[in-house]
């Protein structure tokens, strides 16, 4: 069984950047889309981006432009780069292999990031 932790997420203030990690154990990502999604306070999880093992990738429109994601297939981890950031931001960050824009398996312990202004 695929397990991933996240981590990376800390306080930050508006217009700063953070570099969310996603590390698997149990299997390789090489071969499997993974994705990030986010929860914020009283709100359902939602889909970030997502990049598949070809290197096509996707994000929701809120974060074009915002958010990179990236994989290092030799260190089985996931990235997501978030510049120019939010309060709206602010959200558990969670990764998990994905299937079109759902999650497959089990979800990890997520990483907070809040981002103050």
């Known amino acids: 069984q695929v397990q991933q932790v996240e981590s990376g997420g800390r306080l930050v203030q508006v217009g700063g950047s953070l570099r969310l990690s996603c590390a698997a154990s149990g299997r390789t990502f090489t071969n499997d889309a993974v994705g990030w999604w986010r929860q914020a306070p009283g709100k359902e999880r939602e889909f970030v981006a997502a990049?598949?093992?070809?290197?096509?990738?996707d994000y929701a429109d809120s974060v074009k432009g915002r958010f990179t994601i990236s994989r290092d297939n030799d260190k089985n981890t996931v990235y997501l780069q978030m510049n120019n950031l939010k309060p709206e931001d602010t959200a558990v960050y969670y990764c998990?292999?994905?299937?079109?824009?759902?999650?497959?398996?089990?979800w990890g312990q997520g990483t907070q990031v809040t981002v103050s202004s």
């Open positions: 998990n292999r994905v299937l079109g824009r759902n999650g497959l398996g089990s």
């Open positions: 990049n598949s093992w070809n290197g096509n990738v």
